[in-house]
């Protein structure tokens, strides 16, 4: 252990080597263990998924039992969205937010710390929750009333595995929304902010919002488990579809929570490689407000089936159409930014071109489920698994992936190899559309999901299919490699990695370090 006196005579302990990162409230360090866990519980979701894709390549079972097969669609669902997504953005937010707005490191230190700390227990958790009597088959990652009611012991383990989760985020969200409120440098005001800091406050906003929703509905659900209530049992006078309404209160604007700092990231990177500033700064940040207002009045589009008045149905409807008039605000003001820009396409670019292109295909069938009489025909199939697999997968992963370049060389002060980058960026990008882009017609022909076994029509295109999502699984190992390598024996990178950039980030200078006492830089 190193003793190091401060400037006020004071003995400090700095622990070395893994202690170091254990006891961290270095934002940077937080911020590179979050990336790391989410990083590996994608590969673990990822292999869920592959579990999923081998069962459905041909008709008949062949390697799932339903039950594991249950299992599998429920907890890739619930690692994905817990486990890789928001931890990722987590991650680039504790890294990026301070040093875009000129701060010496995050409000909360040690709360940082803790809420991350609290991720891989809930990791453990949810995983084990494969390896006790009945394991997590519990109706998929919503794990709707009756069917998770009557599950065993794994249902449990993912209610508190839910806990520590919203914990977590909670704790998360407050310390960016007091970071970036009271932190800011002299003269940067909220209108000066990087789109990236904005879309983290609105999301921040959302968490604190919504996280206790879930909370409270998981806890009815526990309590109708096991202390005798009868919030969701029909037979003691509750209603399953009330589960639906308050989980969806807090699904729909979760949707939001994973898609708007992936705006903030492609908002950063678009700009920089078109040589441009960004068009029209003040609309996007209101259309991200829009949005994020919007989520909160459209939950219950997922519920069509349910038995809703055709009143309820028709706000709903509308009111979902809605959100697509700032989403589109948005893909107009990226293209604006790139129209007659000095456009070059670094890996990062193509990441977030390939987003804007497959994002506004996942739009489109978004507005094409909301309509009701449509959705009431694909609820449940396929084509709504396609429809949030283009939002989800080359929205918010592909956008995490253009972040990762983009910074990376800012933080190891590494170049990673470029082609290889590149060739990781096409071959996710064709197996991707391999892979979910004929799920639209199966869900159009009609066939149902999280079913292990399928009729012999749905043959070809659930080849076509699995065959996609092995070749998209075995692109991110290559993903993991290209990092690595970088870390460990990449080129310098030069000190504006990016020659010509445009956006705040690059041209902030670095914030001073805990110990010093200089007044912090003046953004102009």
């Not at 949707?255 to 029209?280: D, Q």
Request: net charge neutral.
């Amino acid at each position: 252990m190193a003793v190091v006196q401060d400037v006020h005579g004071h003995h400090d302990h700095h622990p070395s080597g893994i202690m170091r990162w254990v006891m961290t409230t270095n934002h940077k360090d937080i911020g590179t263990m979050y990336l790391w866990f989410s990083f590996a519980m994608f590969l673990v979701g990822g292999f869920l998924a592959m579990g999923i894709r081998a069962e459905l390549f041909m008709p008949g079972i062949q390697i799932l039992e339903p039950e594991l097969f249950n299992s599998f669609t429920t907890l890739h669902g619930l690692i994905m969205v817990f486990g890789a997504i928001m931890p990722a953005f987590v991650g680039l937010a504790n890294w990026q937010v301070p040093m875009m707005i000129g701060a010496p490191d995050m409000a909360f230190a040690r709360m940082n710390n803790w809420s991350f700390w609290l991720l891989p227990v809930a990791g453990m958790l949810l995983i084990s929750s494969f390896f006790v009597p009945g394991g997590a088959a519990a109706g998929g990652w919503t794990f709707y009333p009756p069917l998770s009611a009557q599950g065993g012991l794994g249902v449990d383990m993912m209610i508190f595995a839910i806990h520590i989760l919203g914990a977590s985020s909670i704790m998360g969200a407050i310390n960016i929304i007091t970071t970036i409120l009271n932190m800011r440098a002299p003269g940067m005001t909220l209108m000066k902010m990087p789109m990236f800091v904005w879309t983290w406050l609105i999301t921040a906003y959302l968490l604190v919002l919504v996280m206790p929703v879930l909370a409270g509905t998981v806890t009815m659900l526990l309590t109708d488990r096991h202390f005798g209530t009868s919030f969701f049992n029909a037979a003691g006078g509750g209603d399953p579809v009330l589960f639906q309404h308050i989980f969806w209160f807090f699904g729909h604007p979760e949707v939001y929570i994973m898609i708007l700092p992936a705006f903030g990231i492609v908002s950063e990177i678009v700009p920089t490689f078109s040589r441009k500033p960004l068009f029209g700064y003040a609309s996007m940040v209101y259309a991200t407000a829009s949005i994020a207002i919007l989520s909160c009045i459209v939950w219950a589009h997922h519920m069509f089936t349910a038995g809703m008045p055709t009143v309820g149905q028709l706000f709903f409807m509308y009111a979902t159409m809605l959100i697509a008039v700032p989403t589109g605000v948005k893909v107009f003001n990226w293209t604006a930014t790139m129209w007659r820009g000095s456009l070059t396409f670094e890996t990062p670019m193509l990441f977030s071109i390939g987003f804007i292109f497959l994002f506004v295909i996942g739009g489109f069938s978004g507005v094409i489920c909301a309509i009701v009489p449509i959705d009431i025909q694909v609820q449940d199939t396929y084509y709504v698994i396609a429809h949030f697999h283009y939002v989800l997968v080359s929205g918010a992963l592909f956008a995490i992936f253009g972040g990762v370049y983009y910074w990376l060389p800012k933080w190891c002060g590494r170049m990673y190899d470029v082609k290889l980058a590149n060739m990781h960026f096409w071959l996710s990008m064709i197996f991707f559309n391999v892979a979910f882009f004929v799920q639209h017609f199966l869900g159009l022909a009609g066939m149902p999901r999280r079913i292990p076994d399928y009729s012999l029509q749905f043959a070809d295109f659930n080849m076509i299919s699995s065959i996609g999502a092995f070749g998209f699984g075995l692109s991110q190992l290559f993903f993991l490699y290209i990092v690595i390598k970088c870390i460990r024996s990449g080129e310098k990178a030069a000190d504006k990695p990016w020659e010509g950039a445009t956006t705040l980030e690059w041209t902030l200078p670095s914030p001073a370090p805990y110990h010093s006492f200089e007044t912090p830089p003046v953004i102009k």
